[in-house]
């Protein structure tokens, strides 16, 4: 009985460790963004396009990634993909070439999207073997590893140290903490005894949790793209001001998955993935109307403690599905959610042209609504 506790402790800790080194190398790519769009010598428009790569290596990866971890397990996987983003980093500081740089990126997103499966593979299967609500903590690690990737990138930056050395020092880091959860990485995944496949159309609820996992997630990639703009344009806020629309966000939403795993014991899931959508529908609809830029801010404080338990609570529901196996649920709800990070910043885009930006933020609104609406019918079906 000790040693099967024991093993249980290890692998929960294993998933903190692999979810920290996700959002470690994202926030420390996010500093080099300007250094590597000065590097290039290249304009706004191109950047977007190099940025895009990355997205489209992820979406490639992601379906693949069902097919890997039924043939190697979730361990070999993590390990390979992880490693390649300890080894990717550097280079991301580096390249000065366009074509280059491109093909970076799509590398980059290989290995991201590659993680990003497999590690919520294994935290659906974790949490499982638990049977008490993991998932909310899991991604609490991921949101604390972005603030750390970011955080430290930027200060070493700030101290003069160059950008590969800094780059050289947080793969380091990552190394570290990848050593570290490897014995505690799930050897297995959850095939459900079928034939590996390299890819599979998602069905029936499984698409449904995909189609709210994607509206989740075009709430976070417009509050990140768009948020401090929308401060600017709806309430006339200066600059400053302004950019915090996506700090407070990020930091209720760190707070709300800290806390998300006691809530959902204390309520369970539905209760809370119903009253977090109404809560993230409450805050875009507080940011649209209340009168001033700093009242505002309040919305997206409450969009950020809404937003937070969202998304864990759907992988757990997708790792519960009878549907399909764990690792294909997982696979094809992280793909098709993740269009919601990709084009959704640049639909909003599209109706603030042809509209206004607060036309794309009411159906924002519209979209947390309807994850508030469809969770009983979702719940019943899975």
Not at 66 to 71: E, M
Not at 115 to 126: D, G, I, P, R, Y
Not at 368 to 374: G, R
Request: proline fraction near 4%; include cysteine; charged fraction near 10%.
């Amino acid at each position: 009985m000790d040693g099967a506790i024991f093993a249980g402790r290890n692998e929960r800790i294993a998933t903190r460790l692999i979810f920290s080194l996700g959002g470690i190398v994202l926030g420390a790519w996010a500093p080099l963004v300007p250094l590597a769009k000065q590097r290039l010598a290249v304009g706004e428009g191109t950047l977007g396009l190099l940025l895009l790569c990355m997205g489209v290596g992820s979406i490639l990866a992601m379906p693949m990634t069902a097919f890997l971890t039924s043939r190697f397990g979730c361990r070999q996987v993590i390990t390979v993909s992880a490693a390649g983003l300890c080894l990717v980093l550097p280079l991301l500081a580096t390249v000065s070439d366009v074509p280059l740089m491109a093909a970076t990126l799509v590398g980059f997103g290989i290995v991201m999207g590659c993680t990003s499966v497999s590690m919520n593979l294994q935290a659906v299967l974790v949490e499982r073997q638990a049977d008490q609500a993991l998932m909310s903590g899991f991604h609490a690690m991921f949101s604390l590893g972005g603030i750390l990737g970011s955080g430290s990138m930027a200060l070493l930056l700030a101290i003069g140290v160059a950008p590969l050395a800094a780059a050289i020092v947080v793969s380091l880091v990552m190394l570290a903490l990848l050593v570290a959860a490897r014995p505690g990485l799930l050897p297995y995944s959850d095939a459900g005894g079928a034939k590996p496949l390299p890819f599979v159309v998602p069905q029936g609820i499984v698409l449904a949790i995909g189609v709210l996992s994607l509206l989740a997630m075009l709430a976070e990639g417009g509050v990140l793209d768009w948020g401090a703009l929308f401060m600017v344009e709806a309430h006339d806020a200066d600059l400053g001001l302004a950019g915090f629309a996506y700090t407070a966000f990020a930091i209720t939403m760190t707070i709300g998955r800290l806390l998300g795993d006691q809530l959902r014991t204390a309520f369970g899931d539905l209760a809370v993935l119903t009253v977090s959508a109404l809560l993230a529908t409450a805050g875009f609809l507080a940011s649209l109307l209340l009168p001033s830029a700093a009242a505002a801010l309040v919305g997206f404080l409450l969009v950020g403690a809404g937003v937070s338990n969202i998304a864990p609570i759907l992988f757990t529901l997708t790792g519960k599905s009878k549907r399909m196996p764990a690792n294909l649920a997982v696979a094809s709800v992280l793909t098709v959610g993740y269009v919601g990070i990709i084009a959704g910043p640049a639909a909003i885009g599209l109706i603030a042209h042809a509209s206004s930006l607060q036309t794309a933020f009411f159906l924002l609104c519209g979209a947390m609504l309807v994850i508030a609406l469809s969770a009983r019918a979702v719940f019943r079906r899975v």
